[in-house]
T-cell receptor, first 114, second 111 residues
Framework: DAGVTQSPTHLIKTRGQQVTLRCSPK?????VSWYQQALGQGPQFIFQ???????QRGNFPDRFSGHQFPNYSSELNVNALLLGDSALYLC?????????????FGSGTRLTVV | GQQVMQIPQYQHVQEGEDFTTYCNSS?????IQWYKQRPGGHPVFLIQ?????EVKKQKRLTFQFGEAKKNSSLHITATQTTDVGTYFC???????????FGTGTRLQVTL
């Protein structure tokens, strides 16, 4: 049973560029959330997708956008990259009926903006 | 929104010593989850607590939810080097809803 898969694992981008990160949820999960984790900090919620719609959003600017596909996989897009966007981006999946099992996180994408 | 503070921020113990991290909130929590993140790794779900005064054990790990549901603790008995990592408590706002993570406690274990 595959866990959450994220790609790429590492990425280096220049300020002002755009980036797309990808996530495939754990088999049987239909809800995908994205988190940003700066070095030494706890993960911060970006947004959550369910049934191909953004259901919840954290305190992140509109430069952060996403998408969920019919197969439940998801993308996170960040436009006009800033140095401060350098972080580990984590994807987590679950399904509403399995809240007590917690979220399954992927290994993350380490984004460095130079 | 709700926030939780964790103490201590960092703890260094000798292998075999016990370790406890505390998660505190100023408001009543509906539930609390605990995650472990190894260095260079990703958060891994450990447990969820929902009932007042609840105590759950997983081998050497003991999790407690306070009677007032405003605090929680994770206690590790006889730490091992495999326990190294950052332990986060997290609040889940509702079923399949977002997680709000605590500040985390980084545990270092040496021989």
């Amino acid at each position: 049973d595959a866990g959450v898969t994220q790609s790429p694992t590492h990425l280096i981008k220049t300020r002002g560029q755009q980036v797309t990160l990808r996530c495939s949820p754990k088999s049987g999960h239909d809800t995908v959330s994205w988190y940003q984790q700066a070095l030494g900090q706890g993960p911060q919620f970006i947004f959550q997708y369910y049934e191909e719609e953004e259901r919840q959003r954290g305190n992140f600017p509109d430069r952060f956008s996403g998408h969920q596909f019919p197969n439940y996989s998801s993308e996170l897009n960040v436009n006009a990259l800033l140095l401060g966007d350098s972080a580990l981006y984590l994807c987590a999946s679950t399904t509403p009926g399995q809240g007590r099992e917690g979220y399954t996180f992927g290994s993350g994408t380490r984004l460095t903006v130079v | 929104g709700q926030q939780v503070m964790q103490i201590p921020q960092y703890q260094h113990v000798q292998e075999g010593e016990d370790f406890t991290t505390y998660c505190n909130s100023s408001t009543t929590l509906s539930n609390i989850q605990w995650y472990k993140q190894r260095p260079g790794g990703h958060p891994v779900f450990l447990i969820q607590l929902v009932k007042s005064g609840e105590v759950k054990k997983q081998k050497r790990l003991t999790f407690q939810f306070g009677e007032a549901k405003k605090n929680s603790s994770l206690h590790i008995t006889a730490t091992q080097t495999t326990d190294v990592g950052t332990y986060f408590c997290a609040l889940r706002a509702g079923t399949a809803s977002k997680l709000t993570f605590g500040t985390g406690t980084r545990l270092q274990v040496t021989l």
